[in-house]
């Protein structure tokens, strides 16, 4: 089974939808709302933008999580 390849704009919640195990790193980041449409149709970029945190550094996390 192939694995999937998050980039700065995947929207997050094809990234829940394709691994849930994936929400720490959301949460981890001060992201609490993950069951919000808006927070959900974000890029991962955008939402990194909103909380101040690095976008490669989460792909980067993110990816290497998937690849497990």
Known sequence: MATATIT???IIGDILDLDDT?????LEMGMHCLGCPSARGETL????????VDAEEL?????????K
């Open 8 to 10: 700065k704009d995947t």
């Open 22 to 26: 994936t929400a720490p790193y959301f």
């Open 45 to 52: 970029e955008q939402a990194c933008a909103v909380h101040g």
């Open 59 to 67: 792909v980067k996390k993110i990816n290497e999580h998937l690849s």
